[in-house]
């Protein structure tokens, strides 16, 4: 059985009236070589890229000719030539099928080269048709005014009590009026053991095991239990 190739355009299909001798076909690897300190050139793997396939053929003027396979779609090869060229013009993906093979894909017209030839008034051409790959752009919808927000809880301050553990990040000093200053806490885990409000200073701090540290700002303790 013949290998039959077929160009779909535009909804319709056209079978080649002569066979190309041979097809190329290329499938780029886009694997990537770069240099890694005491291993020299590493190859970094990837997704082989869209694979494109190559022939040279001739369009016959002459519908009696030899080479013309029974069933194909016969035009003249000024047809054949405006038919390739108004399907790049337009930009649009057309279907290449080789039976007998694998190849049914959509392709774009990568290149497309012809010569009239001046004893016979064939068109001799040689193409590149190229893998397509379909995309859209995608409308992403928001919704992030649709979707019902939970109040934001009010942030509670809880109580500095005696006795409660506190972090304390702020300078400690020898009264509660902020006198005589002395080391920085930093995230320090700390005990409160004194309270006098109305001071400057009014939490005086001690270690964990009841150590003495000295007096704090209020701004510089957070309860933590």
Same mark, same amino acid.
């Given at each position: 059985?013949?290998?039959? +190739?077929? *160009?779909?355009?535009? %909804?319709? =299909?056209?079978?080649?009236?002569?066979?190309?001798?041979? /097809?190329?076909?290329?499938?780029?690897?886009?694997?990537?070589?770069?240099?890694?300190?005491? *291993?020299?050139?590493? &190859?970094?793997?990837?997704?082989?890229?869209?694979?494109?396939?190559?022939?040279?053929?001739?369009?016959?003027?002459?519908?009696?000719?030899? +080479?013309?396979?029974? %069933?194909?779609? +016969?035009?003249?090869?000024?047809?054949?030539?405006? *038919?390739?060229?108004?399907?790049?013009?337009?930009?649009? @993906?057309?279907?290449?099928?080789? &039976?007998?093979?694998? #190849?049914?894909?959509?392709?774009? /017209?990568?290149?497309?080269? $012809?010569?009239?030839?001046?004893?016979? %008034?064939?068109?001799?051409?040689?193409?590149?048709?190229?893998? +397509?790959?379909?995309?859209? @752009?995608?409308?992403?919808?928001?919704?992030?005014?649709?979707?019902? =927000?939970?109040?934001?809880?009010?942030?509670?301050?809880?109580?500095?009590? #005696?006795?409660? &553990?506190? #972090?304390?990040? %702020?300078?400690?000093?020898?009264?509660?009026?902020?006198?005589?200053?002395? *080391?920085?806490?930093?995230?320090?885990?700390?005990?409160?053991?004194? #309270?006098?409000?109305?001071?400057?200073?009014?939490?005086?701090? &001690?270690?964990?095991?009841?150590? $003495?540290?000295? $007096?704090?700002?209020?701004?510089?303790?957070?309860? /933590?239990?």
């Amino acid at each position: 059985m013949a290998i039959k +190739f077929y *160009l779909e355009i535009n %909804g319709k =299909r056209y079978m080649l009236p002569v066979n190309p001798g041979a /097809i190329s076909v290329e499938v780029p690897s886009r694997n990537e070589s770069n240099e890694v300190v005491k *291993l020299g050139e590493i &190859t970094q793997f990837a997704t082989k890229g869209l694979r494109a396939v190559s022939f040279n053929c001739f369009f016959p003027v002459n519908r009696d000719s030899q +080479f013309i396979l029974n %069933g194909s779609s +016969f035009l003249p090869p000024e047809d054949y030539v405006t *038919l390739l060229e108004k399907a790049m013009d337009d930009q649009k @993906a057309i279907r290449l099928i080789i &039976t007998g093979t694998k #190849i049914n894909m959509l392709v774009s /017209i990568e290149s497309f080269k $012809w010569d009239i030839v001046d004893s016979t %008034g064939d068109v001799e051409y040689s193409i590149t048709l190229k893998e +397509f790959q379909e995309y859209a @752009a995608k409308y992403v919808k928001t919704v992030a005014q649709q979707v019902s =927000r939970q109040p934001e809880r009010p942030t509670v301050s809880q109580e500095i009590t #005696i006795g409660c &553990t506190v #972090i304390v990040n %702020g300078r400690l000093h020898r009264d509660s009026f902020g006198s005589g200053p002395g *080391l920085t806490e930093v995230n320090a885990t700390r005990k409160v053991n004194f #309270i006098k409000k109305g001071r400057s200073h009014p939490y005086h701090v &001690t270690l964990t095991n009841g150590g $003495w540290r000295g $007096w704090v700002t209020a701004g510089s303790v957070r309860r /933590i239990k």
